[in-house]
C-alpha cells in the first residue's frame, strides 16, 4: 500500500531454502569485490570461532571481475575447503550482491560480514541468548570498534542501552540516524523472506533503511559488548559517495524512506529529528572539507544542511513534504541544489 501510494518499488525478494533438513543455525556470509588482504583478516576471524560452534556455515559471494585470485586467496587460510566460494557470473553492486549472499545462505541466522571488517573473539557465543530465546527476535546486534585502515582502535560504537537484552522504543531510535554497523548484526533468514532484501537503489544507506524496516517489524536484541570491529578507511564506500557528491542525496531519500515505516502519531515528530541531526553532521562535514580544501564537496554539504533545515521546518505537512522533495529527483526538486 505504501509502495502504491507513493510511487516506491517494493524491496527484492528473498526466498525460502530449497529445503529445510540439516540447515546450520548461522551462515556468514561475506559478500566481497576486489578485496584486499583485509579479507583474510576477516574469514580467519570467523574461522578462530569454529571450534565452539561447529554448525556455522561460511561462504564467500565475489561480485569481482576474476575469480581466480579471490579463490587462491582463501585456499591459503582454508585448505580444508570448509569456505563456500560463489562467483556472480555478472557484476550485482552492493544491494545486489549482499541479496544474493542471503539467497545463498541455508542457516536461521545470516551475518553478513564485509570484507574490511572482522569479529572479535566471543562473537557468535556472546550473541547465542538472542538466537535461543522464546522470543522471536527479528535480529540481534552488539556494539563495535572502529578501527582505521591500520587496524588502531579509534573509539567504541556509543553505548544503546545499560543493560543487554530487548531494546525498547527502538524504531523511534533508530529511524533518527544510523546507530550500528553491519559486521555487528545478525538477522534471522525469515525475516528478509518477509520484508524482502537490501533495496538497490540504495549505496550507502541501504543497510540502515533495512533495521529500521526490521524495528517496525519484529523485536530487536542487543547486546552492550563491543564484540566486532568496523574499519573506517579512505577507499570506503562512504568515502567513494561523500567524493561523488552522492552522499547527502541518499541520505535524504533513506530518511523519506524510514518515514513510512513509523507510526503516524511519531512520524512528524522523529523524522524532523533525524532531519536536525543529519544538518547539523551536513555542517561539521563541511568544516572539516574546507580545512582539507575540498571546496566543492564543502559547497554541496552547506546545501544539505540548508536543504534539511528547511525540510524540518515543514512540520505541519513534513512527511509529504519529504516524499516530495527526497523521492523525487534531489536536483530538480530544489532540494540540494548547487547552484
Known sequence: MLHEAHSIAPPPTISAPDSQADRPLISVAVPTYRPSEKLLVALQSVL???????QLEILVVDDSPLEAAVEQ???TIDPEGRIAYHHNATRLGIGGNWNRAIELSRGT?????????HILPGFYRQLAPALESSVSFGMAFCRTRIIDQHGSWRKTSSRLAWRTGQLR??????????????????VRRSVYESLGGFRSDLRQTLDWEMWVRIAAAYPVWYTTSALAAYRRHSQSET???FAAGSYWQEIGKAIAFNSLRLPYEQRVDVIAQSLEWHRRSALRSA?????EGQMEAARQSVQAATSFA????TRQDLSSAL???FLGNWGQSGMGRVA
Not at 578462530?48 to 561447529?54: D, Q
Not at 529511524?175 to 559486521?183: D, E, G, I, M
Open 287 to 291: 568544516r572539516r572539507q574546507l580545512a
Open 109 to 117: 541466522w545470516i551475518h553478513l560480514l564485509h570484507q574490511d571488517d
Open 73 to 75: 586467496q582463501l585456499r
Open 169 to 186: 522504543g527502538w524504531l523511534a531510535t533508530i529511524s533518527v540516524r544510523q546507530r550500528l554497523q553491519t559486521p555487528g548484526v545478525i
Open 323 to 325: 516524499l516530495a522533495a
Open 310 to 313: 528547511e525540510m524540518a521546518r
Open 239 to 241: 568515502s567513494r559517495n
Open 48 to 54: 578462530h570461532e569454529t571450534a565452539s560452534l561447529p
